[in-house]
């Protein structure tokens, strides 16, 4: 009887179907051991590591948000300048108090007002992309791409084309500081990705926004109110990318109107290679979490071998092409 339930469980075990699962995680470790033998193990130093997840920690937020929206068959392109005008709003008002300081008469604010304030911003931007795709029909890649443009014509009016510094060390905590010796990006991003996963997977807005992404025409009959759930998304994305612009901005210690170039690409790879289908209906915040790690890996890879900036932004082209070219195979 028992070697009959042996031989049962055995058989149901779909090996195939485990490692296609997972496959994403082997890359990562593949990708791993291929730059701890190129850089003669440097790469596995702790401090390298924490570098690693510290400097991908950004992308990965903002890819939690492009989650929901590739699953719901969008595209956000405008993400990284949010990150540019959340960023340089935030340090405006997170300035030590000066007379050369953007507002000299302002006095010293705690510093939750401007990171709250930084992450509204990104909100307002991604609420006003949801109303355009949800309420005027814009396809998301021309209402973004708009975005994209306006978003980082007003950062740089805001600034005058000039980065903002001298931050209070309380914001500057925010993205060089540690908890328990943990770095609060990291501790950040745990957060966010938990909440994400409780949205996406056990609530009714994440059901939803599976449903649309696998069948809009279903969904709409079924009564689920699209416009609404594409504007939370697009809200909720703009957001997360207010919150990356803070993280970035404290790293740095400057509100620099250029912040976040080309980060789109980043995000969009990321959420991409992690198993978020361009078809819509499928993806999960744990496959982003990888998809992200391996940027990161890759990143700090080429940093650590010195390989070019241009070269890199070739090879990341080329990762994001390969991660689609497998997607469409998949879906045939």
Same mark, same amino acid.
């Given at each position: 009887?028992?070697?009959?339930?042996?031989?049962?469980?055995?058989?149901?075990?779909?090996?195939?179907?485990?490692?296609?699962?997972?496959?994403?995680?082997?890359?990562?470790?593949?990708?791993?051991?291929?730059?701890?033998?190129?850089?003669?193990?440097?790469?596995?130093?702790?401090?390298?590591?924490?570098?690693?997840?510290?400097?991908?920690?950004?992308?990965?937020?903002?890819?939690?948000?492009?989650?929901?929206?590739?699953?719901?068959?969008?595209?956000?392109?405008?993400?990284?300048?949010?990150?540019?005008?959340?960023?340089?709003?935030?340090?405006?008002?997170?300035?030590?108090?000066?007379?050369?300081?953007?507002?000299?008469?302002?006095?010293?604010?705690?510093?939750?007002?401007?990171?709250? =304030?930084?992450? &509204?911003? +990104? /909100?307002?931007? !991604? *609420?006003?992309?949801?109303? @355009?795709?949800?309420?005027?029909?814009?396809?998301?890649?021309?209402?973004?791409?708009?975005?994209?443009?306006?978003?980082?014509?007003?950062?740089?009016?805001?600034?005058?084309?000039?980065?903002?510094?001298?931050?209070?060390?309380?914001?500057?905590?925010?993205?060089?500081?540690?908890?328990?010796?943990?770095?609060?990006?990291?501790?950040?991003?745990?957060?966010?990705?938990?909440?994400?996963?409780?949205?996406?997977?056990?609530?009714?807005?994440?059901?939803?926004?599976?449903?649309?992404?696998?069948?809009?025409?279903?969904?709409?009959?079924?009564?689920?109110?699209?416009?609404?759930?594409?504007?939370? =998304?697009?809200? &909720?994305? +703009? /957001?997360?990318? !207010? *919150?990356?612009?803070?993280? @970035?901005?404290?790293?740095?210690?400057?509100?620099?109107?250029?912040?976040?170039?080309?980060?789109?690409?980043?995000?969009?790879?990321?959420?991409?290679?992690?198993?978020?289908?361009?078809?819509?209906?499928?993806?999960?915040?744990?496959?982003?979490?990888?998809?992200?790690?391996?940027?990161?890996?890759?990143?700090?890879?080429?940093?650590?071998?010195?390989?070019?900036?241009?070269?890199?932004?070739?090879?990341?082209?080329?990762?994001?092409?390969?991660?689609?070219?497998?997607?469409?195979?998949?879906?045939?």
């Amino acid at each position: 009887m028992s070697t009959s339930s042996g031989t049962t469980a055995k058989a149901s075990f779909d090996t195939g179907a485990f490692i296609k699962k997972y496959a994403i995680i082997f890359i990562l470790i593949a990708f791993i051991v291929l730059l701890a033998i190129a850089t003669g193990g440097s790469f596995l130093q702790t401090r390298n590591l924490f570098n690693v997840v510290v400097q991908v920690a950004p992308i990965a937020i903002i890819a939690l948000g492009m989650t929901f929206v590739i699953i719901t068959n969008g595209i956000d392109l405008s993400v990284g300048s949010t990150v540019a005008l959340s960023a340089v709003v935030a340090c405006s008002l997170a300035q030590v108090v000066s007379p050369t300081s953007m507002y000299p008469n302002l006095p010293a604010l705690p510093i939750l007002l401007p990171v709250v =304030i930084g992450i &509204l911003v +990104g /909100a307002a931007t !991604g *609420l006003v992309n949801g109303f @355009l795709i949800s309420f005027f029909k814009i396809a998301p890649f021309i209402a973004t791409l708009g975005m994209m443009t306006a978003a980082r014509g007003v950062a740089l009016m805001y600034t005058d084309g000039r980065p903002i510094s001298r931050l209070a060390a309380g914001y500057n905590f925010i993205g060089q500081g540690s908890i328990l010796g943990i770095p609060v990006p990291i501790l950040l991003l745990i957060l966010c990705a938990v909440l994400a996963h409780v949205l996406l997977t056990y609530t009714r807005f994440g059901r939803h926004t599976y449903a649309i992404g696998g069948n809009e025409q279903a969904a709409r009959v079924s009564g689920i109110n699209i416009g609404r759930v594409r504007l939370w =998304i697009f809200t &909720l994305t +703009g /957001a997360l990318a !207010g *919150l990356a612009g803070v993280i @970035l901005s404290a790293r740095i210690g400057s509100g620099n109107p250029q912040l976040g170039t080309m980060m789109e690409l980043d995000v969009i790879t990321a959420t991409v290679i992690g198993g978020t289908s361009f078809n819509g209906g499928v993806g999960t915040i744990w496959g982003t979490i990888v998809g992200a790690l391996i940027i990161g890996v890759i990143n700090n890879g080429m940093d650590l071998m010195n390989v070019s900036p241009f070269m890199q932004l070739v090879v990341k082209g080329a990762i994001i092409v390969v991660a689609i070219i497998i997607d469409e195979r998949k879906n045939r």
